[in-house]
């Protein structure tokens, strides 16, 4: 089961920080702004080395652990479950494949798909945009 500090356990967190190891966060996403993607996705930090000033644990963008806890908390030691990380792939909304469509997109990939957008897209047959106009 895996373990969480609230923002009120800032400095028990840090206490407990173990160097090396990943940390997980959840970000809220603005839905609003977003509609096609997760309400929430989760953040890795990983504690990399000490403060010179207060010996307490650091990321390389220099964030405590303190400040972590307290800024983007709780903190938790395992991903949670159901969420994606947001530095991975978002998911794909809508595309020109089929559903189910799997594939490696290498050169000769790219081509084929390529070719697939051009034969649905025949600009004879495609009606004037001013057809559309009275």
Not at 40 to 46: A, E, I, K, M, P
Not at 95 to 117: F, H, M, N, Q, S
Request: charged content about 25%.
């Amino acid at each position: 089961m895996s373990k969480c500090w609230q923002p009120n356990q800032a400095s028990k967190f840090a206490k407990e920080v173990k160097l090396g190891k990943p940390y997980y966060t959840v970000n809220d996403m603005a839905t609003n702004l977003a509609p096609w993607g997760d309400a929430q996705t989760y953040s890795v930090h990983v504690f990399t080395e000490r403060s010179s000033f207060t010996a307490r644990p650091m990321t390389d963008g220099g964030t405590s652990a303190v400040g972590l806890c307290q800024r983007q908390g709780p903190v938790y030691d395992a991903p949670p479950r159901g969420l994606r990380n947001i530095a991975g792939p978002a998911p794909q909304v809508a595309g020109p494949l089929p559903a189910g469509y799997e594939g490696v997109l290498d050169e000769d990939e790219i081509r084929g798909l390529e070719k697939r957008v051009r034969d649905g897209s025949d600009p004879r047959t495609r009606r004037s945009p001013r057809s559309w106009r009275i």
